[in-house]
């Protein structure tokens, strides 16, 4: 029962058990590693800019670019984590059965002639440091905050995996025809909740879809017709694009208003029920959480992007390897 004895030497060793103990937690957080923004501080201090500058001219071409990259890191991070998986490409003598031909991914992920091209800018400044995860996560951000959204400071420190996991991008990728409890229980699979799901949705902001993505809800969805969720002047100019047993890889902006730029119109579309996707639309037909969520962000731009940096963030923690783990290829294509 506390002498003063016992207190005099707490008091004397506690500044020493403190250090001690700091020194402890270090060490064990470098040896658990945690991704930080400044992982490339002193090997890559330019890798952002490198990355940032690549984009731009890859835009100037092709309006698209931003929204493809970011999808590939989202495609990449529900698949065995954020470890560059979705950039192997089918490769019968490493024994690779690429995530790119999954069913999610095949004639639909693009973009990643792009991530070769900021690969080898950034291999000339910083050879052999930068990892092919971090690039996508760092093409994300820069593809966001150029098309007027907002910027984060990118957590890095992924490493790259040495196989791809085509089966699990079947499962794990959701599916435009997902209700609200598959949305949410495939965003709960990899550690996000429903705050993540719904800001991130916001991504389709911009870029495109193909007809055969949600064809089946402007016809024959229900035995009295269209999808009763989807307004019904919205149908007609959706049929325009997409007839009945037409092209199925016609494009269709993901948002009508603001088709290339980084805005919360996403969010008021959803209201107007101008969702283009099955999954988009959930969010707010469907009872449940999403909904007033839905009316937050479309009430208020700066709350949305705030909550979409923080989630970006989330999802690109999404078990990554770090430490010794995986490698840094030298190529994203094929592993070292
Ligand atoms: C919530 C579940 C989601 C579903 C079901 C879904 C589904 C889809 C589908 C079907 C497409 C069109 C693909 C095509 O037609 O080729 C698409 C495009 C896109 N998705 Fe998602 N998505 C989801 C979440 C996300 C997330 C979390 C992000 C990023 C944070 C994202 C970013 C994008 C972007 C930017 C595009 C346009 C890509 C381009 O134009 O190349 N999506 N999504
Ligand atoms: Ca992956
Ligand atoms: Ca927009």
Not at 174 to 180: I, R, S, V, Y
Not at 259 to 284: C, I, K, R, T, W
Request: hydrophobic share 40%.
């Amino acid at each position: 029962m506390g002498s003063s004895r016992g207190v005099t030497t707490t008091l004397i060793f506690s500044p020493l058990a403190t250090t001690f103990l700091v020194t402890i937690g270090l060490l064990l957080c470098q040896s658990n590693a945690q991704l930080t923004s400044t992982f490339y501080a002193t090997t890559c201090p330019n890798v952002s800019g490198i990355v940032s500058t690549v984009i731009q001219q890859a835009l100037q071409s092709d309006a698209r670019i931003g929204a493809s990259l970011i999808r590939l890191h989202f495609h990449d991070c529900f698949v065995q984590g954020c470890d560059g998986s979705i950039l192997l490409t089918d490769n019968s003598t490493t024994n690779i059965q690429s995530e790119q031909n999954a069913a999610p991914n095949v004639n639909s992920a693009r973009g990643f002639g792009v991530v070769d091209n900021i690969k080898t800018a950034v291999e000339n400044a910083c050879p052999g440091v930068v990892s092919c995860a971090d690039i996508l996560a760092l093409a994300a951000e820069a593809s966001v905050s150029l098309s007027g959204g907002p910027s984060w400071s990118v957590p890095l420190g992924r490493r790259d995996s040495r196989s791809a996991n085509q089966g699990g991008a079947n499962a794990s990728i959701p599916a435009p025809f997902d209700n609200l409890s598959n949305l949410t229980s495939k965003f709960s699979a990899v550690g996000l909740n429903t705050n993540d799901l719904v800001a991130l949705s916001g991504a389709h902001t911009f870029g495109r879809a193909q007809c055969r993505t949600f064809v089946n809800r402007l016809y024959n969805f229900t035995a009295s017709g269209p999808d009763p969720t989807l307004s019904s002047s919205y149908v007609t100019t959706l049929q325009q694009t997409c007839p009945q047993n037409g092209n199925g890889a016609a494009l269709a902006n993901l948002d009508p208003t603001t088709p290339d730029a980084f805005d919360n119109n996403y969010f008021s579309n959803l209201q107007g029920n101008q969702g283009l996707l099955q999954s988009d639309q959930e969010l707010f037909s469907a009872n449940g959480a999403p909904v007033a969520l839905v009316n937050a962000f479309s009430a208020n731009q700066t709350a949305f992007f705030q909550s979409f940096a923080q989630s970006m963030i989330n999802m690109g923690n999404i078990s990554p390897l770090t430490g010794s783990s995986g490698e840094i290829r030298r190529d994203c294509k094929i592993i070292n």
